[in-house]
């Protein structure tokens, strides 16, 4: 979410992690991102390998 709050235009629907719309790959700061969550993780599927991450679902899990 603070992506989004700081002008980056990411597609989201559902702002809680469930609709998988917001999906982004992580080009940088993978270390700052916390564990994946079960939610995030199912919502993401395969793409997790591939660096995948859903930004409000990552924001949930830091809160
Ligand atoms: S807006 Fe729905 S999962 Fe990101």
Do not use: H, K
Not at 7 to 21: A, E, K, N, Q, S
């Amino acid at each position: 979410m603070e992506a989004i709050a700081a002008g980056v235009l990411i597609p989201f629907r559902c702002t809680t992690g469930r609709c998988g719309d917001c999906i982004v790959r992580v080009l940088g700061g993978g270390e700052n991102i916390p564990p994946l969550s079960a939610q995030e993780s199912y919502r993401s599927g395969d793409r997790v390998i591939s660096g995948f991450r859903l930004p409000v679902a990552v924001s949930s899990a830091a809160m």
